[in-house]
């Protein structure tokens, strides 16, 4: 399979922040699955319209965050090339998004966290801005994406010091992203004006599919 990620000019966090300290957010992007819907690849890496999927979602991402790091499990160095710190789950076995989460909070330089899976590469350009806003009306733990009744759980913004309470709930052998959440204050945000913007990739059919709705985008 042939990677492109180095042609991308990533939109980098690194501008001044408009974010008073306690409200900066560190994004991850999570990729630490074993994509085995798609035959066991890696599923971020795979290719969509000429560059890995997760370059789309990068992409995406970059711009709303003050710090961006990926969470990956597999071909580290593969993904160090796109340019952010990358860093696998602290807790093994392939256990789960939730395992991503903790490493992140535990490397995040700022107080809040959001996360977004590397299957998603159409995700909302406001995502990060709709979820702190509501994190913060709400005084939440933490705020989470929903479409009607579809609940998007890994499309969240979570603070950085329930680093200590995943670990706990991980630690007594919790997996469930859900069950976690109701043991937290958490606020749902609508994004039904953006339903396609939550399309996510499992199946070698849906990416096919998606790279219908996308131009090709070749290196410079
Ligand atoms: N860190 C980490 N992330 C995971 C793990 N399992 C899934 N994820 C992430 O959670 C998000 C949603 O997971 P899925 O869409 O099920 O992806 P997947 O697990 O790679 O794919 P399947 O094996 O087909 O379920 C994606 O961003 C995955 O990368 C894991 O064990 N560790
Ligand atoms: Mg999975």
């Known amino acids: 399979m042939k990677m492109t990620m180095q042609t991308q000019d990533h939109a980098s966090p690194q501008h001044p922040s408009p974010h008073p300290a306690e409200h900066r957010i560190t994004g991850v992007l999570l990729a630490g699955g074993q994509g085995s819907r798609m035959g066991g690849v890696d ?3 795979v290719e969509l319209a000429g560059r890995p999927m997760a370059a789309h979602a990068l992409e995406r991402l970059a711009p709303q965050v003050d710090e961006l790091l990926i969470n990956a499990n597999q071909n580290l160095d593969t993904w160090a090339a796109f340019g952010y ?3 696998g789950d602290d807790v093994g076995g392939f256990a789960g998004p939730l395992a991503g989460l903790h490493a992140a909070l535990v490397r995040a330089r ?5 996360t977004a899976p590397c299957d998603s590469p159409f995700l909302p350009a406001d995502l990060v801005a709709r979820l ?3 994190l913060h009306a709400a005084g939440a733990n933490l705020a989470v ?3 009607f009744d579809q609940a998007h759980p890994v499309f969240c913004l979570c603070r950085r010091e329930l680093a200590g309470h995943l670990g706990d709930f991980l630690a007594a ?3 469930k992203i859900d069950r976690w959440y109701g043991s937290l204050k958490v606020v749902e945000v609508a994004f039904d004006d953006q339903e396609a913007a939550f ?3 499992n199946t070698r059919a849906e990416l096919a599919d998606a790279a219908k709705a996308l131009p090709a985008q070749r290196p410079e």
């Open 85 to 87: 710190p990358v860093f």
């Open 43 to 45: 599923k971020g890496l």
């Open 199 to 201: 399309r996510n990739i």
């Open 110 to 114: 700022h107080p809040l966290v959001a």
């Open 145 to 147: 994406a929903k479409t």
């Open 132 to 134: 702190a806003a509501a």
């Open 173 to 175: 052998g919790g997996r």
